[in-house]
């Protein structure tokens, strides 16, 4: 069976619906931080939400995901075997505390200074040792037990600042970040998470693109996960040329607009339409000077399509309280069962 994987931010744990969670593989609490070379999350509060997960699907893997953009410390633990060490175990008592699955790493980004935090050439080969040290740790506390994953960029830097065919060996799965695939770093309008390239955009980032380059970097198909977005990307001042699609705006591509908000506020409503991309499989909002790029249950099916042509294992969302029309985990469960 093919596995759906949701990010959940720690605040919407106790609002995960009883039939969404009967949907759900395996969700990937959000976030643990490094403080000082220590793995932290302080949140005994959530500590029922976890036990009512449990109760309403015991099937569920719940990881704890550490990192996110912008959380640092990475670097500067992973230097030395002493600071592996230290993050391996208290890693692992928080997985103990909470009665936990695994761990997620969500390291953004290896030898890059990017997301201003810290970085060296060596965090090439600290990646793994880093990733080594935690699965010997969960090893020595039971044999086969938990789960170890990794949230990847979706882009070749990731596997250009990896050394992802050693890094695998450690590895249940590496989830692909297949959104956000421009967005921040981009004028030009387009899709942040679409699964094919469109011919004439500047740029080819794409999740096919992602999964081929994990592939040649060693990692098997079938620890493979393709990411899914239920939020947006939006660009102003968009040119209206071909509906602004691939054209340059005055603004970089913001984040926002969760899924729920297109569905009640934007799909075809006020003054926006829908356009499909039929190379990218892929949709987006214009209305003459905004561009919004986003997946909606067309561009899923695609997805989960193609992870399956691929014979790879799932897919995963970031996040779910984006989607407040709560369709999109139901739709992806029954795609991926089909």
């Known amino acids: 069976?093919?596995?759906?994987?949701?990010?959940?931010?720690?605040?919407?744990?106790?609002?995960?619906?009883?039939?969404?969670?009967?949907?759900?593989?395996?969700?990937?609490?959000?976030?643990?931080?490094?403080?000082e070379g220590r793995v932290i999350w302080e949140h005994p509060e959530y500590a029922e939400a976890i036990a009512r997960l449990r109760r309403l699907n015991p099937e569920m893997k719940i990881l704890l995901s550490v990192g996110g953009w912008g959380a640092g410390g990475f670097s500067e633990a992973a230097y030395t075997g002493e600071g592996r060490r230290l993050f391996a175990e208290t890693s692992m008592e928080l997985v103990e505390r909470y009665g936990l699955d695994g761990i997620d790493?969500?390291?953004e980004y290896p030898c890059m200074s990017v997301a201003e935090i810290g970085a060296d050439p060596a965090d090439k080969?600290?990646?793994?040792?880093?990733?080594?040290?935690l699965r010997g740790a969960m090893e020595a506390k039971e044999p086969?037990?938990?789960?170890?994953?990794?949230?990847?960029?979706?882009?070749?830097?990731?596997?250009?600042?990896?050394?992802?065919?050693?890094?695998?060996?450690?590895?249940?799965?590496?989830?692909?970040?297949?959104?956000?695939?421009?967005?921040?770093?981009?004028?030009?309008?387009?899709?942040?998470?679409?699964?094919?390239a469109t011919p004439a955009d500047?740029?080819?980032?794409?999740?096919d693109k992602a999964v081929r380059e994990f592939l040649q970097a060693g990692v098997p198909a079938e620890k493979l996960v393709i990411g899914a977005a239920f939020y947006a990307r939006t660009w102003t001042g968009v040119c209206g040329r071909d509906h602004g699609l691939c054209q340059m705006a005055k603004s970089v591509g913001t984040g926002g607009h969760h899924y729920g908000e297109l569905v009640e506020k934007y799909i075809n409503k006020n003054g926006f339409v829908r356009y499909w991309d039929d190379?990218?499989?892929?949709?987006?909002?214009?209305?003459?000077d905004c561009f919004i790029s986003y997946?909606?249950?067309?561009?899923?099916?695609?997805?989960?399509?193609?992870?399956?042509?691929?014979?790879?294992?799932?897919?995963?969302?970031?996040?779910?309280?984006?989607?407040?029309?709560?369709?999109?985990?139901?739709?992806?469960?029954?795609?991926l069962d089909r």
């Open 105 to 107: 790493i969500d390291w």
């Open 1 to 35: 069976m093919k596995q759906l994987i949701e990010y959940v931010v720690d605040r919407n744990l106790p609002q995960v619906k009883e039939e969404e969670a009967a949907c759900i593989d395996v969700i990937n609490i959000a976030f643990a931080h490094v403080a």
């Open 279 to 288: 190379d990218a499989k892929a949709p987006w909002l214009f209305n003459g």
């Open 295 to 335: 997946d909606d249950e067309e561009s899923l099916g695609y997805k989960v399509d193609y992870l399956k042509e691929k014979g790879l294992r799932g897919i995963m969302c970031w996040e779910y309280g984006c989607d407040t029309s709560h369709t999109l985990t139901a739709f992806l469960r029954g795609r």
């Open 144 to 196: 086969g037990r938990y789960l170890l994953s990794i949230a990847a960029g979706g882009d070749s830097y990731f596997v250009r600042n990896t050394q992802m065919d050693r890094a695998a060996a450690y590895l249940d799965y590496v989830q692909i970040m297949t959104y956000d695939l421009r967005g921040g770093f981009s004028t030009a309008a387009g899709h942040h998470t679409s699964l094919y």
């Open 125 to 133: 080969e600290n990646f793994t040792l880093l990733l080594q040290e």
């Open 202 to 207: 500047l740029s080819d980032a794409c999740a």
